[in-house]
């Protein structure tokens, strides 16, 4: 009995697949310059983080955040700045951050509170922290936040 019918990639002859590269507008930085304007953020951050700029620090990291193939190391260089950030910052600030923060950055950070939950061990941060940014962002911003952090194609 033939079963190769079975290994057939029945999608090669279907008009209308929704490729991945289709459901959002790519980023137009070559990868090189992603990770460079990571790093270049990373130092940002710290010089704010000395100056005691919680908001200006978190609004550096969260504007044009890498997304999309081939930057993966921006990501995660992306995201360990932003830990950083989240580990520094007392409870009682959390808040009034959040607030001060526009949409589409509190879109983002949720995008990224949800990564770092999601990676094994909830990696240099603990999960307390993570959930309490959670809290606080949800109730700023409402549960469209993390509705609209949900369907965006754009992961970070």
């Given at each position: 009995?033939?079963?190769?019918?079975?290994?057939?990639?029945?999608?090669?002859?279907?008009?209308?697949v929704?490729?991945?590269?289709?459901?959002?507008?790519?980023?137009?930085?070559?990868?090189?310059?992603?990770?460079?304007?990571?790093?270049?953020?990373?130092?940002?951050?710290?010089?704010?983080?000395?100056?005691?700029?919680?908001?200006?620090?978190?609004?550096?990291?969260?504007?044009?955040?890498?997304?999309?193939?081939?930057?993966?190391?921006?990501?995660?260089?992306?995201?360990?700045?932003?830990?950083?950030?989240?580990?520094s910052?007392?409870?009682?600030?959390?808040?009034?951050?959040?607030?001060?923060?526009?949409?589409?950055?509190?879109?983002?950070?949720?995008?990224?509170?949800?990564?770092?939950?999601?990676?094994?061990?909830?990696?240099?941060?603990?999960?307390?922290?993570?959930?309490?940014?959670?809290?606080?962002?949800?109730?700023?911003?409402?549960?469209?936040?993390?509705?609209?952090?949900?369907?965006?194609?754009?992961?970070?």
């Amino acid at each position: 009995m033939d079963i190769n019918f079975r290994k057939i990639d029945i999608d090669q002859y279907d008009e209308d697949v929704l490729l991945e590269s289709e459901l959002y507008e790519p980023d137009l930085r070559d990868p090189a310059q992603v990770v460079n304007d990571a790093k270049q953020k990373a130092a940002a951050v710290r010089t704010s983080l000395a100056k005691g700029d919680i908001t200006g620090a978190l609004t550096t990291v969260l504007e044009n955040a890498p997304y999309g193939p081939n930057v993966e190391e921006a990501k995660n260089l992306t995201l360990q700045t932003l830990v950083s950030i989240l580990n520094s910052t007392k409870a009682t600030e959390i808040p009034g951050v959040v607030k001060s923060l526009s949409t589409d950055t509190q879109d983002t950070l949720m995008k990224y509170l949800y990564k770092g939950m999601a990676m094994p061990g909830w990696g240099d941060v603990s999960g307390s922290v993570l959930l309490g940014w959670h809290e606080k962002l949800t109730e700023a911003a409402g549960t469209g936040c993390i509705v609209r952090a949900m369907t965006d194609r754009r992961i970070v």
